[in-house]
Structure formats: C-alpha cells, structure tokens
T-cell receptor, first 117, second 112 residues
Framework: AQTVTQSQPEMSVQEAETVTLSCTYD???????LFWYKQPPSRQMILVIRQEAYKQQNATENRFSVNFQKAAKSFSLKISDSQLGDTAMYFC??????????????FGTGTQLKVEL | DAEITQSPRHKITETGRQVTLACHQT?????MFWYRQDLGHGLRLIHYSYGVHDTNKGEVSDGYSVSRSNTEDLPLTLESAASSQTSVYFC???????????FGPGTRLTVL
C-alpha cells in the first residue's frame, strides 16, 4: 500500500516571500501521478498542481511549482510571491494508475499554511 | 456549467439512525469516490465506483454502503450511524483512470 507523509503540520510565510511544503511517499509502483490540493477555510478541495511520474520536467502553474525527485520519492511544492489568499491547508496526494485498481487517491495529513502581512 | 454537488451541507443525526448523503455530478464522469476527512488523517477513501452498477470498498468502508444506479449519482449510506462517523465527507469524480479527481463542497455530519 502507498503512504504519503507531510512532516510539516504548520508553516507560515510573509506576504511576497517564497515557501516550500514537503511531501514524501512510499510506493513500489513505477507509473503514478502526484497532486497538491489546496483547502481554504471554505473547505473546498481545489487542485493546485499535478505531476506525472513518467515526466522528468517539474510541473508549474503560475506561482506554484514542484520539485519532483522520483528516486528519493519526494514531491515538494514551492509557492512564490505568497499572497494572503494562499492561506489554506495543503494536501499532497498519490494516485496509482493501474487498470482495475487505479485512480484512487492516497492523501497526506496536510500542512496548514498561513500567509502573514 | 458542469459541476459536482453534495447535499445536505450540514447534518446532525442521532446514533443508530440511517443517514444518506447525496452526491451528484453533471460532468458525465465514469468514476466517483467518497472520502472522509478527520484531523490527523487527511482524507481517506470510503467507497468508489468505476461506472453504473459498479461499487468497491475503500480503506475505511465498514459501516458505509453505496449504490450506483446511474452515471450522475453516488449516494453514501450510513446504515446505523455511530459517533465515530462524525466527520466531513467529500465526494469526488473523474472521467478516466488517469484523470484528475474533482471534489464536491463537502458535507459536515455530526452523530450525537
């Protein structure tokens, strides 16, 4: 079974600064996807970024980028130019893509990020 | 716009009662999922479905059931609610086995 570990329960960053959230995972699979979801106080789960394991290039979405280290099983999220609206719980998630058992998400326990003035 | 909705958004019930949480999506997605969110655990998979009449147990399925009679809906039933089932429940859907899952707004359930 896959496991996802987020070792930082809480983090804070000053507005306009850069912050990195850590995530490690354990799997014996070779083909999988990784995700970062954001959950603001509204409780809605919002996709931030997605990374396919077969792609060597790190995914980026505007101010959000990942550092994907497949051999180390590490998938960190970097938020640049942090904004107050980035305050949220961030979840790292793993998805296997095997047919007959695929598309299921395994989540980490989350990192609560607070952006301060 | 296509969307995924959950109802009710909040519910309080008593121990032993049967409760059904609704999930409805208009994306025509094949795959639908139910998760529960608890402090210290993140989101954990309860049940999932890959299509009409298909249902599968997830990591924490005891005390829950689902049925899939059409593409749009996957209701989650708690046969006899227990206090341990007090949680926030999320429904999600995806088109294919490699597609991103998109989440509903969640239902907060309190079992007294």
């Amino acid at each position: 079974a896959q496991t996802v570990t987020q070792s930082q329960p809480e983090m804070s960053v000053q507005e306009a600064e850069t912050v990195t959230l850590s995530c490690t995972y354990d799997t014996s699979e070779n083909n999988y996807y990784l995700f970062w979801y954001k959950q603001p106080p509204s409780r809605q789960m919002i996709l931030v970024i997605r990374q396919e394991a077969y792609k060597q290039q790190n995914a980026t979405e505007n101010r959000f980028s990942v550092n994907f280290q497949k051999a180390a099983k590490s998938f960190s999220l970097k938020i640049s130019d942090s904004q107050l609206g980035d305050t949220a719980m961030y979840f790292c998630a793993f998805m296997n893509i095997l047919t007959g058992g695929g598309n299921k998400l395994t989540f980490g326990t989350g990192t609560q990020l607070k952006v301060e003035l | 716009d296509a969307e995924i909705t959950q109802s009710p958004r909040h519910k309080i019930t008593e121990t032993g009662r049967q409760v059904t949480l609704a999930c409805h999506q208009t994306w025509n997605h094949n795959n639908m999922f139910w998760y529960r969110q608890d402090l210290g655990h993140g989101l954990r998979l309860i049940h999932y479905s890959y299509g009409v009449h298909d249902t599968n147990k997830g990591e924490v399925s005891d005390g829950y059931s689902v049925s899939r009679s059409n593409t749009e809906d996957l209701p989650l039933t708690l046969e006899s609610a227990a206090s341990s089932q007090t949680s926030v429940y999320f429904c999600a859907s995806s088109l294919s086995l490699t597609d991103t899952q998109y989440f509903g707004p969640g239902t907060r359930l309190t079992v007294l």
